[in-house]
């Protein structure tokens, strides 16, 4: 149960706390009032949509956050994110708003996601706005208002499961299935770009390996000149000792000496290391120089390998990797092309199979969907009975249709207004207020399926007046005796017949219009019920009516109490 709305700086809302009670809450107030604004409120505490539009003029941020007493602790969002009520069973949401687009959510005080935050929502309360009977018209919807009184989530999962494993061999039956002109235009196509691959004998890492070598092979003069000039430096010629003989020569000249004392002793040892350092480094510039064969022919070799290997990139890929990656593919297409015969008749098989498949979960779906429709109809019928909506028939049509995602089944609802009609699609006969009624005996129905603790209606009593007004205020009064029911109403039926009344009123202060939320007491009711009753002058007679309103509701409340 929703028992404390907080709100700040929600559209004309400064700031707001509305404490709501067990039963039936509603809430009335002038067009413009910023009744819906309570509704956005608690839409966006629950995760839905929202915008920066929605944030009061001048503050850089709004934010809304909703108690939920009672709340059990195995409700299903808050497993999935680790997050439980506390000892008490109370579950604070929060939601910041900023203006800059940024959302901070809290479950308790523990940060959460908006998407999280929804998942929780729609486990807490569900909101029934003034548009939802608008969904009515929409046929497509209406399998899944049955799938969801059904209870059939564990069937269509297998069926989806089912018809997701024909769809994707289907797809790969129609990769397969080519005309023979352009079945062998295609091997042709791979048939050349795998031999011209293959020929080019390409070697992963071979890129970067003739890149070095034809870097060196452009300045081979530069090479041999430089290893040539530091061979003279270190080792010499005839006419000239070279480095490493001046070294020598120094380490005899230190050895006569060295027992004379540790650090000459030490003197000569690096003497030693120097010198044969030297030697090393001498050696193999010797070899680097003997080695290196700078030939035209092979830089001619290089440059040609670079050019083919850069051909080649242009056309299948940006590397020398990405290239066998390509000739992969290919080899892998022309074997599937080559052996498609074979290939298809396995696929057509496995196909078989999956059409068995999903008309044997389809038939189950299908079985699951007219056993709930039936039922379904039965609660629909005495929920529109309850509306005083006794010459209308309701009814379930299932028809066959090919396998879609969403089964085997067209479902329709359908409806006659008056006694002798025959049925027709809702979207064809129904008025505003009769959509209204049906989406109202819907919702009642789904509700008591599920374990959502609070309903919201906001405004559901669109196109309705006198007689079915009571008769909707009725039914509401019956749902919130095992649900808690928050209503945004126009009727003054439907405000009498609540439990807790509040009153949305719009002033201004400073120049700034604000939006406050009062719970009213007996003369405030009334006062209200006439101001809703007759849109202008409130007269005593028209207070005298709400008085009797009032007691006529409390009366029906107290009968549906057991109080005599």
Not at 211 to 236: F, I, W
Not at 348 to 371: C, D, F, I, M, N
Not at 384 to 391: G, P, T, V
Request: charge should be negative; include cysteine; hydrophobic fraction near 40%.
């Amino acid at each position: 149960m929703l028992e404390l709305l907080h709100i700040e700086n929600i559209a004309v809302i400064e700031e707001a706390d509305i404490q709501f009670q067990p039963g039936f809450n509603a809430l009335t107030g002038e067009t413009g009032a910023g009744k819906s604004i309570v509704i956005d409120a608690l839409g966006a505490v629950l995760g839905g949509r929202t915008s920066r539009d929605l944030i009061r003029t001048g503050a850089d941020k709004a934010f809304v956050s909703a108690d939920f007493s009672s709340v059990p602790a195995n409700l299903p969002g808050l497993e999935e994110i680790g997050i439980a009520p506390d000892e008490d069973g109370h579950l604070l949401l929060q939601r910041e708003i900023g203006y800059d687009g940024k959302n901070i959510c809290r479950a308790n005080g523990r940060p959460i996601t908006v998407a999280q935050l929804r998942s929780v929502g729609a486990e807490l309360l569900n909101i029934h706005g003034q548009h939802d009977g608008q969904q009515l018209l929409d046929e497509e919807r209406h399998s899944d208002y049955l799938d969801r009184f059904g209870r059939t989530e564990a069937v269509l999962a297998a069926y989806r499961q089912a018809y997701d494993a024909m769809a994707e061999l289907r797809a790969q039956i129609r990769s397969l299935q080519m005309d023979e002109a352009e079945k062998a235009r295609r091997i042709d196509s791979l048939r050349f770009q795998i031999g011209e691959l293959e020929r080019a004998e390409l070697v992963p890492g071979e890129e970067e390996a003739l890149t070095a070598r034809r870097e060196l092979l452009r300045n081979g003069e530069r090479y041999l000149s430089a290893l040539s000039g530091a061979d003279y430096c270190l080792s010499g010629d005839d006419g000239a000792a070279g480095a490493v003989s001046l070294l020598r020569e120094a380490e005899t000249a230190v050895s006569g000496i060295r027992g004379l004392g540790d650090d000459l002793s030490e003197l000569y040892r690096r003497l030693g290391e120097v010198c044969s350092e030297a030697y090393d480094i001498a050696e193999t510039i010797r070899d680097k120089r003997d080695a290196f064969d700078f030939s035209p022919t092979e830089l001619d070799a290089v440059e040609s390998r670079s050019d083919q290997l850069y051909r080649l990139k242009k056309k299948y890929g940006a590397s020398v990797e990405e290239c066998l990656a390509y000739l992969d593919r290919c080899r892998a297409e022309l074997d599937a092309i080559e052996t498609a015969d074979d290939t298809l008749i396995r696929l057509e098989q496995a196909l078989h199979e999956a059409e068995s498949a999903v008309r044997a979960t389809g038939a189950e779906l299908t079985r699951a969907r007219r056993k709930a429709a039936g039922t379904l109809e039965e609660r629909i019928q005495r929920e529109l009975q309850d509306l005083d909506m006794h010459k209308v028939s309701f009814s379930i049509d299932i028809t066959g249709k090919e396998p879609a995602p969403d089964g085997c089944d067209t479902v329709r609802f359908l409806m006659s207004a008056n006694a002798g009609e025959a049925l027709k699609p809702i979207a064809k006969i129904a008025s505003g207020g009769e959509l209204a009624r049906i989406m109202l005996a819907l919702k009642n129905v789904l509700a008591e399926q599920e374990a959502i603790g609070t309903l919201v209606f906001d405004e559901v009593d669109t196109g309705v007046s006198g007689r079915a007004a009571q008769k909707v205020a009725e039914k509401l009064a019956q749902v919130s005796r095992s649900k808690q029911v928050l209503c945004v109403t126009h009727l003054p039926q439907l405000a009498a017949m609540a439990d807790t009344h509040f009153s949305v009123e719009k002033g201004e202060s400073k120049g700034r219009t604000f939006t406050r939320v009062i719970r009213l007491d007996r003369e405030q009711r009334k006062t209200e019920l006439a101001r809703i009753t007759s849109g202008s002058k409130v007269t005593q007679a028209l207070l005298e009516s709400a008085g009797e309103l009032l007691d006529s509701a409390e009366a029906y409340r107290q009968s549906l109490d057991g109080v005599s």
